[in-house]
Nanobody
């Protein structure tokens, strides 16, 4: 059974930092592209950052220069280091995995809440 378990969310003041982690099980992690999405209530889920199995990264314009995505294939984890957080970064953040050769093999975590507020 595939599981993606996020951790690291919470409340942080503007300008602060948080590190999200996603632990994957039930998949051959090295064959999956990984990503973080976020979603506010009533809004569409949007891509925040992605990293391919070959460590190629991609970021939403709104987080470039502030967020860093990384993966550890030995530990089956993907992380999102979030710096210089802004109130508009407040959202539920979701871990996503998609097989590099078969997009139908796609899985989501349950999400972790990030709230940026003073």
């Amino acid at each position: 059974q595939v599981q993606l378990v996020e951790s690291g969310g919470g409340l942080v003041q503007p300008g602060g930092s948080l590190r999200l982690s996603c632990a994957a099980s039930g998949i051959l992690f090295s064959t999956y592209d990984m990503a973080w999405y976020r979603q506010a209530p009533g809004k569409q889920r949007e891509l925040v950052a992605a990293i391919t199995r070959g460590d190629i990264t991609n970021y939403a314009d709104s987080v470039k220069g502030r967020f860093i995505i990384s993966r550890d294939n030995a530990k089956n984890t993907v992380s999102l280091q979030m710096n210089s957080l802004k109130p508009e970064d407040t959202d539920a953040y979701y871990c996503n995995s998609r097989h590099y050769a078969n997009a139908r093999r796609e899985y989501w975590g349950q999400g972790t809440q990030v709230t940026v507020s003073s």
